[in-house]
């Protein structure tokens, strides 16, 4: 039982490359989420899905895309990256929908945007 | 809308000295309450959590945390610190509506020196 994990560990880009955060969870959690977390302003949501085929806009969704094709993997898209999405990224699974049960997060990615 | 303000930035204490972390919290009926705690190059893990029922959670290491309905407070506690409590703690409250998303604080270094 892994968790919820993350790839890559580390990334840089250039502006405007694309590139895609990979998320997985082995727990069968139906609810995930994406967070990025910057200096001073906590974590802010992204995008979450609450099932396979469903999916939300957060707090600050501009400049990413999800999807939610099974309910392990929870891919955040970044198609056209710019230095102001430099951020740690954290990815959290939960188990049942409008619950209160503890969300469990991946160990991030640190993104740099050059 | 649901917010949370941790009133410190920085916390600096000795080791084996007390030590609290504020939170504040806006929240409409049902108020659903969280600490996680971030250590160095790490994703985020459960402390505690206030759901319902007695005011004084007991957490995980030690900590505990008191709900405060008249103050809107969810204040951390730990009486006696290690250095390895170094850290940063996020207080979060359930959002409204049935998605179970969380509203992060914006953090509280704990820094325990020897």
């Known amino acids: 039982n892994a968790g919820v994990t993350q790839t890559p560990k580390f990334q840089v880009l250039k502006t405007g490359q694309s590139m895609t955060l990979q998320c997985a969870q082995d727990?069968?959690?139906?609810?995930m989420s994406w967070y990025r977390q910057d200096p001073g302003m906590g974590l802010r949501l992204i995008h979450y899905s609450v099932g396979a085929g469903i999916t939300d806009q957060g707090e600050v969704p501009n400049g990413y895309n999800v999807s939610r094709s099974t309910t392990e993997d929870f891919p955040l898209r970044l198609l056209s990256a710019a230095p102001s999405q430099t951020s740690v990224y954290f990815c959290?699974?939960?188990?049942?929908?409008?619950?209160?049960?503890?969300?469990?997060f991946g160990p991030g990615t640190r993104l740099t945007v050059l | 809308a649901q917010s949370v303000t941790q009133l410190d930035s920085q916390v600096p204490v000795f080791e084996e000295a007390p030590v609290e972390l504020r939170c504040n919290y806006s929240s409409s009926v049902s108020v659903y309450l969280f600490w996680y705690v971030q250590y160095p190059n790490q994703g985020l893990q459960l402390l505690l959590k206030?759901?319902?029922?007695?005011?004084l959670v007991k957490g995980i290491n030690g900590f505990e945390a008191e709900f405060n309905k008249s103050q809107t407070s969810f204040h951390l506690r730990k009486p006696s610190v290690h250095i390895s409590d170094t850290a940063e703690y996020f207080c979060?409250?359930?959002?409204?509506?049935?998605?179970?998303?969380?509203?992060f604080g914006q953090g509280t270094t704990l820094q325990v020196k020897p």
């Open positions: 959290a699974s939960r188990g049942t929908r409008g619950s209160t049960d503890t969300q469990y």
């Open positions: 979060a409250v359930k959002g409204s509506g049935n998605t179970g998303k969380l509203i």
């Open positions: 206030y759901l319902s029922g007695s005011t």
């Open positions: 727990m069968n959690h139906e609810y």
